[in-house]
């Protein structure tokens, strides 16, 4: 799975950066960010230390935010920004002596990933959260109608294609496949921030 993300993701940034006419590319990458945000909750559930977690991501988001600005040419921040903001909200509701608290915290959450620019925003949020209470079919059914709410508002048809990777998440719960994540660590952590330095390297030169 981890492979899979990695290998979706910078399919996904080679054809943004350098090939933008080819859909394909875009389409495969869509693969990548349910995988993540599915990693950030699992991550989050089986950590030993959620502290060490919290600022390894930042950390990551730290150091990848000024390579993401020079390979896309744009400024916003980077996806670890969103995947960190959504595990603090994972932190916080479990924290919370009453579950409807948590509906506010949410919404000014995602309003204030949505105002400082965070790759998928509010979206991204939602989607870990997704990950959280739902499995199986409702699980796809929930992403199949998040992603119905992100066209409306962003005219992107091509999101819908992220369910792709839901669908196979799902499948492997209903198989009671194991999701430990297994890999080079150092790889996973900062395969990010080092694919997206070579593309800007790359597009500069």
Do not use: C
């Not at 991501?57 to 993401?68: C, E, G, M, R, T």
């Not at 920004?81 to 919370?96: N, Q």
């Amino acid at each position: 799975m981890q492979w899979i993300a990695m290998i979706t993701m910078l399919i996904d940034h080679i054809g943004a950066v350098f090939y933008p006419q080819v859909g394909e590319l875009r389409i495969i990458g869509r693969i990548a960010f349910p995988i993540y945000a599915f990693a950030v909750y699992i991550g989050y559930k089986h950590t030993r230390n959620v502290q060490k977690y919290i600022w390894r991501l930042f950390w990551i988001a730290v150091i990848s935010q000024l390579p993401f600005m020079a390979a896309f040419n744009h400024f916003s921040l980077n996806v670890v920004w969103t995947l960190w903001s959504a595990l603090l909200v994972l932190l916080v509701l479990d924290k919370l002596p009453v579950r409807l608290l948590g509906i506010p915290i949410v919404i000014v959450a995602g309003l204030v990933m949505e105002m400082t620019h965070m790759d998928y925003g509010m979206y991204g949020l939602l989607l870990v959260l997704l990950f959280r209470y739902f499995q199986g079919p409702v699980l796809v059914m929930a992403h199949l109608l998040l992603n119905v709410l992100y066209i409306y508002l962003h005219s992107s048809s091509i999101q819908m294609y992220s369910v792709i990777a839901t669908a196979g998440i799902a499948l492997a719960q209903y198989y009671n496949a194991g999701f430990r994540l297994k890999g080079p660590r150092w790889i996973w952590r900062y395969f990010y921030p080092a694919h997206l330095a070579v593309i800007a390297l790359i597009r500069l030169i």
